[in-house]
């Protein structure tokens, strides 16, 4: 059981140490992925953006580093779709109204995401939370860092 856990651990500090040009793609790993359809969320995501898109999404097991990755560690962290023009305050209040109606918090925040998925192909515009949204609508104000056209930047 220790060995499997090592190996884990020893990979992802190889990722977390791993540095690239500032041109090179961005690989967010770690997170627990919401990613705006509905399904249940993905623990230990790892997210390929290159540019502006999503290139690949899956567990961190089965995604490859793209050669030249930057590479940042979000382990504790969960990631969800930007929720088009709404403020946190509507969307935390909208979330709120929508799992106290009787819809699951997943499918409330795939209808707040109106479509906006995170998916190969799809514009890389993400939220990092420093909290669960699904454990309390009140957590998706709690963003941390913001990825917008592919650019990772701290929270305003």
């Known amino acids: 059981m220790r060995r499997p856990l090592l190996r884990a651990l020893a990979a992802l500090a190889v990722l977390a140490a791993c540095t690239a040009p500032a041109g090179g793609p961005l690989v967010i790993v ?29 567990h961190q ?21 930007r929720l088009g023009s709404l403020t946190p305050a509507v969307a935390v209040q909208t979330l709120a109204e929508r799992m106290r109606a009787g819809v699951a918090p997943v499918q409330a925040i795939a209808e707040l995401a109106a479509g906006r998925t995170i998916e190969p ?32 930047d701290p929270a305003r």
């Open 61 to 81: 097991s089965r995604v490859p580093l793209p050669k030249g990755a930057r590479v940042f560690d979000a382990r504790g962290k969960f990631i969800v779709p």
């Open 30 to 58: 770690g997170a627990t992925l919401i990613d705006g359809t509905g399904k249940p969320p993905l623990k230990d995501a790892f997210i390929v953006i290159e540019g502006d898109r999503i290139q690949a999404v899956g």
């Open 121 to 152: 192909g799809r514009p890389a515009d993400l939220l990092l939370l420093d909290r669960d949204p699904l454990l309390s609508p009140a957590n998706l104000a709690s963003v941390g860092q913001v990825v917008s056209a592919g650019h990772l």
